[in-house]
């Protein structure tokens, strides 16, 4: 049986419908909140996608980065988007995805005349980073100075009002939010590695509802719709 003839028979099976809260963290460009508090973006239209492919309510709920990973970790019936996947958390979850696949850039303001060539060259510099973000690790890690901020829009403004030398983010992430604002593009002066993220789901969802979003993700994929997300086909 080909590939999407499975996943058709997989999502067009009957199974009874069974409601998540999704937790997503504000992020201009992707999950961003109209000027009614609803969601709305690109984030918010993949999550309705999402919706309708996989046959599962989904209800999407704003939430501080920092807050999500604390309410994901207690709370049943709830996934968030988009989380890593680590050593430790791996047997915390259940997995979907990936939702997104992007390189980590450092960003300086267009100005910007210093060479970055490794961590070394960040010493005496502070750099902006999304709070409790890989990110954010990796700069403490190295013993940087890491200037943690709430949302990826928060960290763009730091940097363009020169209160902080760095941005250190997700590339795909901060390429829509600069997108959605119409503002200039900074310069990108290092990136490194790849950061793939993913639909992170409490333990106890039912292995046939995170099936199915696995399902309605791959298929999105094969559709070309995760593009923008930085996965192909």
């Given amino acids: 049986m080909r590939p999407t003839a499975f996943l058709a028979l997989l999502l067009s099976s009957a199974a009874p419908a069974q409601a998540l809260d999704m937790l997503v963290y504000p992020n201009a460009g992707i999950f961003d ?10 984030g918010a239209a993949m999550l309705d996608r999402l919706r309708n492919l996989s046959g599962t309510q989904l209800e999407p709920k704003v939430i501080p980065f920092a807050r999500a990973l604390l309410a994901e970790s207690l709370q049943p019936g709830t996934c968030l988007i988009a989380l890593t996947r680590t050593p430790e958390r791996e047997a915390r979850y259940r997995w979907a995805g990936p939702w997104s696949s992007s390189v980590i850039a450092l960003y300086g303001r267009t100005g910007e005349t210093r060479q970055v060539k490794g961590p070394e060259d960040m010493r005496g510099a502070r750099i902006a980073a999304l709070r409790a973000a890989p990110t954010a690790t990796w700069l403490q890690e190295r013993g940087l100075d890491a200037y943690e901020v709430n949302d990826v829009a928060a960290g763009l403004r730091l940097l363009q009002a020169g209160r902080v030398d760095y941005w250190l983010g997700n590339d795909m992430v ?3 939010a600069l997108k959605a604002s119409g503002a200039a593009m900074p310069r990108v002066l290092y990136s490194f590695g790849r950061i793939d993220l993913y639909v992170a789901c409490h333990i106890a969802t039912p292995a046939a509802i995170v099936d199915r979003l696995n399902a ?3 298929q999105l994929r094969v559709n070309g719709e995760l593009a923008e997300f930085g996965l192909g086909r």
């Fill in 216 to 218: 309605g993700l791959t």
């Fill in 174 to 176: 901060t390429r829509l």
């Fill in 33 to 42: 909140i109209d000027d009614g508090g609803r969601i709305a973006g690109p």
